[in-house]
């Protein structure tokens, strides 16, 4: 019961995904990305030991479609998995494992993958890529909300969602963005304020990370 999509912004470097379900706190367990390498989904039935071996493999010098190759045929209980990835040139791959529950989708886009079960039509898959690539002159993370959103907009999953997270990663270890609703009616909607929220303060966060003597702010 999760939706979701990851993408690059191929001006900035940029990676991340969004994400939202049914059940509590999907930002713990769904969404891996790691600077300069790219982004892993790994979903239904959750394994989040998939998203940092995916990492691994792209660091590694795997493309996205390896790595997905690599982690089906290396991974037990495959068939309950729903697994994407974006790799640091753009490339996209995805896998659903015959025990995914329908409806469930996979879309690859322009420097984006989307991925969904249990939803509620298949409509939802498409319209997070259609919306993610409709605004290439926006930040990465707008753009992924948008998809999110969009997704929602389709139809979402077949029950009310519950929690949702939109995180990108740029050139430092630690995440650009990395925003959660963990438990809440409407996650999405809050996520969407959160994220209003917190735009004007990105650049901010990075300053006082890593040029201190210019920082305006001191937490």
């Not at 659903?96 to 939802?124: F, M, T």
Request: hydrophobic letters at 45%; a neutral charge; aromatic letters at 6%.
């Amino acid at each position: 019961m999760t939706f979701s999509i990851a993408g690059r912004c191929a001006r900035t470097g940029e990676f991340g995904a969004a994400v939202s379900t049914s059940s509590i706190a999907v930002g713990s367990r769904v969404p891996f990305a790691r600077a300069g390498v790219g982004t892993v989904l790994t979903q239904h039935r959750t394994d989040p030991r998939l998203g940092s071996r995916g990492l691994d493999l792209l660091q590694s010098g795997c493309s996205a479609a390896a790595t997905v190759d690599a982690l089906v045929a290396s991974t037990e209980h495959i068939s309950w998995r729903q697994l994407a990835v974006i790799d640091a040139a753009g490339r996209t791959a995805a896998f659903s494992g015959k025990l995914v529950k329908p409806h469930r989708g996979e879309v690859q886009g322009r420097d984006c993958v989307a991925v969904g079960n249990i939803l509620a039509n298949d409509r939802v898959v498409p319209a997070m890529v259609a919306a993610f690539e409709a605004a290439p002159q926006e930040r990465l993370a707008e753009r992924l909300l948008r998809g999110l959103e969009a997704g929602l907009e389709a139809g979402g999953e077949r029950g009310p969602v519950r929690s949702a997270v939109l995180v990108t990663v740029h050139r430092e270890r630690f995440p650009l963005v990395d925003l959660r609703i963990d438990w809440a009616d409407a996650p999405i909607a809050k996520l969407r304020v959160l994220w209003n929220e917190y735009l004007p303060a990105i650049d901010e966060f990075v300053i006082r990370a890593v040029d201190p003597d210019r920082a305006k702010g001191d937490t």
